[in-house]
């Protein structure tokens, strides 16, 4: 099991990403400026709401500003992880949906995988049980085609999201369910997650 960092390390962090944030201030790498206040915001994150908001709120600016969809897809989900902390489905879902249709573009897969699990838990805790589990199956469709996983905070997570929704549809549905959607093609998966529809 990872150890987490002393404070002292963290503190040292932090102070360390807000001297390059406000360093890029001066300059007019808006790419730079994005990708060192959301790493600034992130952690930010983990204190206040309140600090987080606007920071990030300004990494995700930056990133649409700079129009680089790889920058404008690892920013945005910052952002919507802090408001689905607070329970804001409806901020949280149009970020990671921007997000997720920015790495598609580009063929990013580890990215892609993520935030069709970030789709699945907004729609677990939306009560929207079946689209969870299909969102959560291609998810997995997604990463294994990448050959990818989950960073392990996220794992945690991941069990803990199939816990509930084995628990809320039984478990012989659910992994019925599961794996149904996880014969899905990426493509597919990101059509299903986007609400696309096949042409007739």
């Given at each position: 099991?990872?150890?987490?960092?002393?404070?002292?390390?963290?503190?040292?962090?932090?102070?360390?990403?807000?001297?390059?944030?406000?360093?890029?201030?001066?300059?007019?790498?808006?790419?730079?400026?994005?990708?060192?206040?959301?790493?600034?915001?992130?952690?930010?994150?983990?204190?206040?709401?309140?600090?987080?908001?606007?920071?990030?709120?300004?990494?995700?600016?930056?990133?649409?500003?700079?129009?680089?969809?790889?920058?404008?897809?690892?920013?945005?989900?910052?952002?919507?992880?802090?408001?689905?902390?607070?329970?804001?489905?409806?901020?949280?879902?149009?970020?990671?949906?921007?997000?997720?249709?920015?790495?598609?573009?580009?063929?990013?897969?580890?990215?892609?995988?993520?935030?069709?699990?970030?789709?699945?838990?907004?729609?677990?805790?939306?009560?929207?049980?079946?689209?969870?589990?299909?969102?959560?199956?291609?998810?997995?469709?997604?990463?294994?085609?990448?050959?990818?996983?989950?960073?392990?905070?996220?794992?945690?997570?991941?069990?803990?999201?199939?816990?509930?929704?084995?628990?809320?549809?039984?478990?012989?549905?659910?992994?019925?369910?599961?794996?149904?959607?996880?014969?899905?093609t990426p493509e597919q998966a990101i059509a299903y997650a986007l609400d696309e529809r096949p042409p007739a």
């Amino acid at each position: 099991m990872a150890r987490r960092r002393p404070p002292r390390c963290r503190r040292r962090s932090r102070a360390c990403a807000w001297r390059a944030a406000c360093l890029l201030e001066t300059t007019t790498d808006t790419w730079g400026q994005a990708l060192a206040i959301s790493q600034l915001g992130a952690r930010a994150r983990r204190l206040k709401f309140e600090e987080a908001e606007p920071i990030l709120l300004r990494a995700a600016d930056l990133a649409r500003r700079t129009g680089e969809r790889y920058m404008i897809g690892s920013c945005l989900p910052k952002l919507g992880n802090l408001y689905l902390e607070q329970g804001d489905h409806a901020a949280a879902e149009p970020l990671y949906r921007e997000a997720l249709s920015a790495f598609r573009a580009i063929h990013e897969l580890w990215w892609t995988g993520r935030c069709m699990r970030f789709l699945a838990l907004v729609a677990y805790r939306q009560g929207n049980l079946h689209r969870a589990v299909r969102l959560l199956g291609g998810s997995d469709a997604v990463l294994k085609s990448g050959g990818s996983r989950l960073i392990p905070r996220e794992e945690r997570d991941h069990v803990d999201l199939i816990q509930g929704l084995s628990a809320g549809l039984g478990e012989a549905a659910f992994r019925a369910a599961l794996a149904d959607c996880q014969t899905m093609t990426p493509e597919q998966a990101i059509a299903y997650a986007l609400d696309e529809r096949p042409p007739a």
